[in-house]
């Protein structure tokens, strides 16, 4: 699927499985800028840990993309894809700091509507401290916060990653394509 304009054009293409490894490097880098840059430290392991990525990697109907703007891969993303319920997942998502801010992720999330038009319900999940991707899901996408993980109500779906800066405070979006 390729979103255009005068400045940029999007595309997105999968992911072989011998790229998977500089994907997820890429990934944990573009993720830990966020944390670093909230909570000031350097991390002493990955977020998200590699055992969560491969457990997004390999569930069923999982779909790994680079995210290329005008030939240059910018990002990635990975889907969950759902072809009976066509309640979908996005999974993970990035653009690499050094292109943010020039519209590429809402270029690149067009195209992810457009590639998968049957989906009636897309679900992700960001942290609380994320006020980036959370302006980006609900303002620019048309996401909604339909749920808040935090002590008093846990994530029944929590991932391995205990020590993640925030804690379990985290937002369930959701965005209806279609009843």
């Known amino acids: 699927m390729i979103q255009a304009d005068k400045e940029n ?20 880098e573009a993720f830990a800028v966020a944390v670093v840059e909230t909570f000031g430290s350097k991390l ?5 840990s590699d055992e969560d990525l491969e457990k997004s990697f390999n ?33 993970f998502f990035f653009i690499s700091v050094n292109a943010h801010s020039r519209g590429i992720g809402l270029k690149a999330w067009k195209a992810i509507e457009e590639k998968y038009i049957e989906t009636k319900v897309w679900e992700t999940h960001t942290p609380y401290f994320e006020k980036r991707n959370i302006h980006f899901y609900v303002n620019k996408c048309g ?16 991932s391995s990653d205990e020590d993640f800066p925030g804690g379990e405070d985290f937002f369930r979006f959701e965005k209806v394509m279609k009843q």
């Open 59 to 91: 569930a069923d109907g999982a779909v790994v993309y680079h995210i290329f703007s005008n030939g240059k891969k910018t990002g990635g993303v990975v889907l969950i894809i759902n072809e009976i319920t066509q309640h979908n997942s996005l999974d």
């Open 9 to 28: 054009i999007v595309t997105l293409e999968v992911v072989n499985r011998e790229e998977l490894t500089n994907f997820k490097k890429d990934l944990q």
């Open 44 to 48: 002493d392991k990955p977020i998200p």
């Open 143 to 158: 996401f909604q916060i339909v749920e808040y993980f935090n002590k008093h109500h846990s994530d029944p779906h929590a």
